[in-house]
């Protein structure tokens, strides 16, 4: 769900070495918060990357659909003073957006909580019409070749089925789940990345990376599992769900390595040629909505309902979804809040990509990561749909507080030579 703030660090280290790296770094992304590094980027005059301790100004790099472009005047201190204005602007509205992309996601599944396979399905093919839509416009502009389009897609199936994996498993775990407890244990994002990569691409870390990770994984496990059973906030709910949330952000970390493995391997292929980003997204998304569907006798199975009343379990969804008919109680809020939750997901992803524009990898993962704590606190409120609200532990809050703490020393700018360049 929110992978974001380990997504901009990438991006930090990538751009100051090539222009086309920031395409590679976006394919590391998850779907379910996905457009952000998806689009194409156009950089904006003088933006300052923070990259192996020195301070680079990028004044010649050309938009990615330019053809040329001439080296810009020096900014005057009117057009800083405008800039400023814009930065304090985006990062306003990028934050909010982080609040209410992350609150939104709990309300959504309230209706939803019978049905999550239908906001599932909702939120994948929303993003395969945007992909795809994306695509043709690039490939009518000469962007995306048939060299591309014919590119193997056999990894193409392997990640839409891991990020059909997490994106399910993620919103069955999240209708279940207290809604503070879904933005702490969605964090686990970050150590299953940099595990995977070190253990599937051999990559090394710098020691703040590391000890981010390790911080991140002590305050999950400070914030759910310290205190008296009675404290835990998780207390009444089982072992299954939690697994099910932290499994989740599993299958999207390997998705996210065997995106950038796709785009390593066709540089060869495509003789140095770089693999558009919108080529593996719309394909991965694609083969996700197809799995999404696939997975559904699976996981109406599980909720004990057999394959032959499963017409009659989608046909019930249908009228959740839509809240009509007699049938329809506990769908209050639908189809409201989940298409609220559709367009505020999309709207981030968009505010997060404009705020890197004018800014840095930095400032981006900082907007993302400040809307842990206070989404954790707007969640544990009474709300409507969700009016019995959550209490929360002392350690509870600690570990919360050891969460964001790991999360900025994660991202503070402290790369050394073993670093990966793209991760």
Not at 307 to 320: D, I, M, N, T, W
Request: one cysteine or more.
């Amino acid at each position: 769900m929110d992978r974001l703030g380990a997504i901009s660090s990438h991006i930090h280290h990538s751009v100051g070495r090539r222009t086309h790296s920031v395409t590679t770094v976006a394919a590391a992304c998850s779907t379910s918060e996905a457009l952000t590094l998806k689009l194409s980027v156009s950089f904006p005059k003088h933006l300052k990357i923070y990259h192996r301790k020195t301070t680079h100004a990028l004044v010649h790099l050309r938009p990615i659909s330019a053809s040329s472009a001439s080296p810009p005047l020096p900014p005057s201190s009117g057009s800083n003073g405008n800039r400023k204005l814009v930065l304090v602007a985006c990062s306003t509205v990028t934050v909010a957006l982080a609040i209410a992309n992350r609150v939104l996601y709990k309300l959504a599944l309230v209706p939803m909580k019978e049905f999550p396979f239908f906001l599932a399905q909702l939120t994948t093919f929303g993003y395969v019409a945007i992909y795809f839509s994306v695509l043709y416009m690039r490939y009518q502009a000469g962007i995306v070749t048939n060299e591309m389009l014919a590119f193997p897609k056999s990894r193409f199936i392997i990640i839409g089925f891991l990020e059909a994996l997490g994106v399910v498993s993620g919103m069955y775990s999240g209708a279940n789940l207290p809604g503070p407890a879904i933005p702490i244990l969605s964090q686990t994002f970050l150590v299953w990345q940099l595990t995977f990569s070190m253990l599937l691409l051999g990559r090394s870390y710098s020691l703040n990376r590391v000890a981010g990770c390790f911080l991140v994984a002590a305050g999950v496990v400070l914030a759910v599992m310290s205190g008296s059973e009675q404290e835990q906030i998780l207390s009444g709910v089982g072992i299954v769900w939690p697994s099910l949330m932290i499994a989740s952000s599993a299958f999207q970390a390997v998705a996210s390595i065997l995106k950038e493995s796709v785009f390593l391997n066709a540089a060869t292929q495509l003789k140095g040629k770089q693999l558009d980003i919108f080529v593996v997204n719309s394909f991965g998304s694609g083969f996700q909505a197809v799995f999404v569907l696939l997975f559904l006798p699976f996981l109406s199975n599980l909720k004990g309902i057999p394959l032959s009343e499963l017409p009659s379990y989608l046909k019930s969804g249908v009228a959740c979804f839509i809240n009509i008919g007699a049938n329809t109680t506990g769908c209050d809020g639908a189809p409201l809040l989940p298409l609220l939750y559709v367009v505020t997901n999309i709207a981030f992803n968009i505010s997060v990509l404009n705020l890197l524009k004018f800014s840095s990898a930095i400032v981006s993962s900082l907007a993302v990561m400040s809307s842990v704590p206070i989404s954790i606190y707007i969640l544990s409120c009474p709300l409507p749909y969700l009016p019995e609200g959550v209490s929360l532990s002392p350690f509870f809050v600690l570990g919360s507080a050891v969460l964001v703490m790991g999360l900025v020393v994660y991202n503070v700018s402290w790369p050394s030579k073993h670093d990966s360049e793209v991760l």
